[in-house]
């Protein structure tokens, strides 16, 4: 924790997660309890993350937010909700203790910024709260299980306080206490997986998670079903998928969930929409891609946004990518079209390309970003790296 001036800082970074068995559906929206379990693979740092600095200083008049260098309303019920655990845990763990270095009456600073479009289906509240959450927690001295917090602010945020495959609990309680996020296993656990990004929009979304999930719970049947009848099984294949490590299994199970998803979005009234043309074009591409290959070799899910998320071994990247380059091409910005980590060249058969590239579709695809599943939330310790100075403002502004 650095302090300067009076003013304590700290800095973390949390991933983005991306669902497996998706989670669709509160049954109780104050304290963000889910209608059904979730699993989630946590994407690494070096590629999608929100950075968080908070800080805390006796002179501040009040609690204030910068997202991305933008000033938004720090009262957010939320935001609020986790700042009240993060200080109701400190209190507890400090009890009588008058030698804390840092009141819990002072108002706090926080500025956040994501590497990643905001809003767009890339999971950024889950990222943005589980940053929150770690940052303050750092900045209190708060330690332990800290993803029923997040969860408070988001509901997958609480995924991303993990690294590596994690699993939430629907959990029993009316209090949600056993709502919590649990690792399967690390992000070692893998090595082969690779992840793939296929940026269709960086635009907000018409409808909200918070909004449709609400009107799905009200209205349709079909999301009722599936979180009763469906989904605990799941969880239970999914889970003994990614330990055997299994990856056509696993791929099948990921394609399948996300496509109920989306049937429960459209069994919503009035349906919601988050998938657009190119995304299904996407679905379709990869079927046609495995339809080729005679088995399960890349598998695609979407949360809510048109965005797709790919996964596969390492083997196939470099040839997928050059099928999603073909079927796709980039318009003009071909140097920045492939971000993350490196993918090599790949000489496409002439069979492949005929059976796989249909009617190409140029500039649907913005960018493609590379990366794997990645560790949970990190404390950076070099000042430099702060987003609020020792003012307690943020360092650049967007």
Not at 88 to 96: E, H, M, P, S, V
């Amino acid at each position: 924790m650095a302090a300067e001036r009076g003013t304590a800082r700290v800095t973390c970074t949390a991933p983005v997660n991306i669902a497996v068995i998706k989670y669709w559906g509160k049954r109780d929206t104050d304290l963000i309890l889910p209608i059904n379990s979730s699993l989630s693979v946590t994407l690494h740092q070096d590629q999608l993350r929100t950075t968080t600095t908070a800080a805390a200083c006796r002179d501040f008049t009040e609690d204030r937010l910068w997202l991305n260098g933008e000033e938004v309303d720090a009262g957010q019920p939320r935001l609020q909700a986790c700042l009240r655990e993060v200080r109701r845990l400190a209190r507890k763990r400090r009890g009588d203790d008058a030698a804390a270095p840092l009141s819990l009456s002072y108002k706090v600073h926080v500025a956040s910024e994501n590497n990643f479009p905001t809003a767009a289906g890339l999971a950024s509240s889950a990222a943005g709260y589980a940053c929150l959450v770690s940052a303050l927690a750092r900045l209190y001295g708060v330690e332990g299980e800290l993803s029923e917090v997040a969860r408070r602010g988001s509901g997958s945020a609480c995924r991303s306080m993990l690294g590596g495959f994690v699993q939430w609990h629907r959990g029993e309680r009316p209090d949600g206490k056993d709502s919590v996020a649990q690792q399967l296993a690390p992000e070692t656990h893998w090595p082969e997986l690779s992840v793939l990004v296929l940026v269709v929009s960086g635009e907000k979304k018409a409808v909200g998670s918070t909004a449709g999930m609400q009107t799905s719970v009200d209205t349709s049947p079909l999301l009722k079903y599936r979180a009763e009848m469906v989904v605990p099984e799941r969880m239970t294949r999914m889970a003994r998928c990614i330990q055997d490590r299994d990856f056509e299994a696993f791929g099948q199970l990921t394609m399948q969930d996300s496509n109920q998803f989306h049937a429960t979005c459209l069994d919503t009234f009035p349906p919601i929409f988050y998938l657009n043309d190119i995304s299904q074009r996407i679905i379709a591409l990869a079927h046609r891609f495995n339809a080729h290959h005679g088995r399960t070799k890349v598998a695609y899910t979407f949360d809510a946004g048109p965005n797709a998320v790919i996964f596969m071994l390492e083997d196939t990247v470099d040839e997928f990518v050059e099928v999603v380059r073909r079927s796709f091409p980039p318009n003009s910005n071909g140097d920045q079209f492939l971000r993350g980590r490196p993918v090599g060249t790949a000489v496409l058969p002439e069979e492949l390309v005929s059976a796989v590239v249909v009617d190409p579709v140029p500039g649907a695809i913005r960018y493609i970003l590379h990366t794997k599943p990645g560790p949970g939330p990190q404390l950076l310790d070099d000042p430099s790296q702060h987003l609020l100075g020792p003012d307690g403002l943020p360092c650049r502004s967007a």
